[in-house]
T-cell receptor, first 115, second 115 residues
């Protein structure tokens, strides 16, 4: 069974600094997707960034980028120039490429931004 | 284009009562997923439905829980004889179709409190 592990229950960063959130996963599949979701206090799940496992290039979305290490099964999220609005729970998630569509989530990392 | 709608947003039930949670997918989406989030945890997959069919219910508790997605109307997650351990946030997500890639769009969630 696929599992996703986020080993940092909480992280904090100074506003305008850079922070990296860690995620590892376990799967026997070769093709899959990886995601980072943000959950602010409103509890709405917001997709931040996704990565296709067959792509070697790391995904980037504005201030958000990932470091995808397929062999190590590692998928970290880097947030540059942190803003107060980035404060939220961040969840790493996995989904196989085809077939069952369910997302497998990690336990989450609570990110605090210090002004 | 309205997003995924869930109602009610908050639901309070006493032990032994029934809870009915509704999810209206985005327009054009025929696939619905239900996830449960216990306090301070990540989301856990419960069930994946297409119109009139349950595709994957591997995360659904065997007793008291059921889900449907009729040809007309919203998807319903039904919990019979609720217990305190059912208190959680229940999220619905929808996607346009299975295939190479399709993003799951999340609703705002229903927070169920069992007294």
């Amino acid at each position: 069974a696929q599992t996703v592990t986020q080993s940092q229950p909480e992280m904090s960063v100074q506003e305008a600094e850079t922070v990296t959130l860690s995620c590892t996963y376990d799967t026997s599949e070769s093709d899959y997707y990886l995601f980072w979701y943000k959950q602010p206090p409103s509890r709405q799940m917001i997709l931040v960034i996704r990565q296709e496992a067959y792509k070697q290039q790391n995904a980037t979305e504005n201030r958000f980028s990932v470091n995808f290490q397929k062999a190590a099964k590692s998928f970290s999220l880097k947030i540059s120039d942190s803003q107060l609005g980035d404060a939220a729970m961040y969840f790493c998630a996995y989904r196989i490429f085809q077939g069952a569509q369910k997302l497998v989530f990690g336990q989450g990392t609570r990110l605090t931004i210090n002004p | 284009n309205a997003g995924v709608m869930q109602n009610p947003r908050h639901l309070v039930r006493r032990r032994g009562q029934e809870a009915r949670l509704r999810c209206s997918p985005m327009k054009g989406h025929s696939h619905v997923y239900w996830y449960r989030q216990l306090p301070e945890e990540g989301l856990k997959f419960m069930v994946y439905l297409q119109k009139e069919n349950i595709i994957d219910e591997s995360g659904m508790p065997k007793e008291r829980f059921s889900a449907e997605f009729p040809k007309e109307g919203p998807s319903i997650l039904r919990i019979q004889q609720v217990v305190r351990g059912d208190s959680a946030a229940y999220f619905c997500a929808s996607s346009p179709a299975s295939g190479i890639y399709n993003e799951q769009f999340f609703g705002p969630g229903t927070r169920l409190t069992v007294l």
